[in-house]
């Protein structure tokens, strides 16, 4: 795909691009919508307080990583049309209830349930991955995941002028964060008669079953079950930095430890109840793949989209305090990363369409990463203020594209378990956001940089060592194994 391609608005496959990013887009307006009104909300709300607002913040991303596995399941299963509009009209419901509750409870809840909006990212990259083909899905999937990730951005540019000038009152911010929720009922309508899973005369490829991945020996159905653990693993943290902030008792933290680990042990269950049959009657081998190829690109996403979120969390503070500069000042420094999302993400998935190979792009950026946070944990208040900037301005170049780089590959290592690769590598990079953010509490700014271009160079050699070049990378059409063909025809079938 070229970049004039974007403005060829008639073009149906353009059409489909923009239609999408924009659903992703206001999913991220809706999910991002509380921070730019927190002080708002302190200030309205008499029993408020700011440790109120810090356990909101923890509850806005604990299900979006079992709903990232979860949503992946559905949308390979049932198409991401039907998926992302009904996402997008159900996260509305907790977005009012939210915007008008009036006890801790109600506001608790309602963000718990709300943070699952952030699965829709990856049903995106499935929609992408079906209009577009391999020689071209790297850019196209960079310009989707850039410029809907920007929703996060504007949520903070014009929520507060919607709270404070549009609406006013103290009630301002209520009605400015219940709007978010009519925007996503009113886009997911617009998206499920708008758009289709496939182009015309392509069937949309299932997997066989959708409890678990399917995978192809028995060493990678270990590694799966290895890899699942993690996920429940940093809902765990989440669970305790909610009680070390006096919002859980010591009761309900077991309770909800348990209840992790019989989730797990479920999860576990449902890997081999689908995988065992599978790989009694053998698997023919053009139809397999290799697991370490998606344990590869978690580790991608872990390292570059969880440093990104730790961050953005925690970057205008740092400037502030190390350069003596204004809240406001800070802030517009720390924006940077959000505006170079909308170059850095489609330039990476465009490189890994143009250079030769995928897998040398995703090491030249985990590389770049690995430096570009090493550089930024030297930084210090002797530094000039401009080559500071600078340093970060880059990093975030790295990061970024490294993200659009990572789902260029995601596509190519199985068409059919698109959805649920995806929502694995995607629910890392919140568990990258947790254990970096807890990370964060316990040590100064400069190791925080330290530590974070460890996981980054500790990723590039991963993807040094397993991480294979897709076949077909820069082909017209994804390969499909004689299990594909065989579906396909009997989906053709049903439907003629």
Not at 8 to 17: A, D, V
Not at 213 to 230: F, G, Q, R
Not at 453 to 471: D, N, R, W
């Amino acid at each position: 795909m070229k970049a004039k391609e974007l403005f060829q608005f008639k073009n149906e496959r353009t059409k489909m691009l923009h239609l999408t990013w924009i659903a992703f887009f206001v999913s991220f307006f809706a999910w991002f919508n509380m921070a730019p009104l927190a002080g708002t909300m302190v200030q309205s709300v008499g029993w408020l307080t700011m440790d109120h607002i810090a356990a909101l913040a923890i509850l806005n991303v604990a299900l979006t990583i079992p709903a990232r596995i979860i949503v992946g399941m559905l949308l390979d299963k049932y198409g991401p049309r039907r998926v992302f509009s009904i996402l997008l009209i159900t996260m509305a419901i907790p977005t009012f209830f939210f915007a008008f509750g009036s006890s801790w409870m109600q506001l608790f809840i309602s963000r718990l349930i709300l943070s699952s909006i952030g699965a829709s990212f990856v049903v995106g990259i499935r929609m992408v991955s079906e209009w577009f083909p391999p020689k071209s899905v790297g850019f196209a999937e960079g310009f989707y995941a850039g410029w809907g990730n920007f929703g996060s951005a504007f949520a903070a540019m014009v929520l507060p002028w919607f709270a404070i000038t549009l609406f006013g009152g103290d009630d301002g911010w209520r009605y400015a964060i219940a709007f978010t929720g009519v925007i996503c009922i009113v886009y997911g309508v617009i998206y499920w008669f708008s758009v289709k899973d496939t182009p015309d005369g392509k069937v949309y490829q299932k997997p066989r079953k959708i409890a678990a991945m399917e995978v192809s020996s028995y060493k990678d159905m270990i590694w799966l079950i290895i890899w699942t653990v993690p996920l429940a693993g940093a809902l765990g943290l989440l669970s305790w930095r909610l009680y070390d902030l006096d919002f859980l008792s010591v009761e309900a933290l077991y309770i909800i430890c348990t209840i992790l680990v019989v989730v797990s042990g479920y999860q576990i269950y449902q890997i081999l109840r689908v995988n065992l049959p599978i790989l009694r009657a053998g698997v023919p081998e053009d139809d397999r793949y290799k697991f370490r190829n998606v344990a590869a690109l978690n580790t991608t996403y872990f390292a570059n989209f969880g440093a990104e979120l730790a961050i953005v969390s925690m970057l205008p503070f740092f400037f502030q305090s190390t350069f003596s500069l204004s809240a406001t000042a800070a802030g517009m420094i720390a924006a940077s990363f959000a505006f170079v999302n909308l170059v850095a993400r489609p330039l990476g998935g465009l490189l890994s369409d143009k250079l030769s190979s995928r897998k040398e792009v995703m090491l030249l950026y985990m590389f770049g990463i690995s430096i570009g946070l090493f550089t930024m944990g030297l930084m210090n208040s002797e530094w000039p203020l401009y080559l500071a900037i600078a340093v970060t301005v880059m990093t975030s170049f790295f990061i970024q594209g490294a993200e659009g780089a990572t789902f260029a590959v995601i596509p190519l290592i199985k068409k059919r378990l698109t959805g649920q690769i995806s929502g694995m590598a995607g629910a890392y990079g919140n568990v990258g956001a947790v254990v970096y953010l807890t990370v964060y509490t316990m040590v100064t700014p400069q190791t925080f940089f330290f530590i974070l271009a460890g996981g980054a160079f500790f990723s590039f050699v991963f993807c040094f060592l397993f991480l294979e070049e897709p076949k077909g990378s820069h082909s017209e059409e994804y390969e499909l194994s004689s299990v594909d063909q065989a579906e396909a025809a009997k989906e053709a079938k049903r439907i003629s």
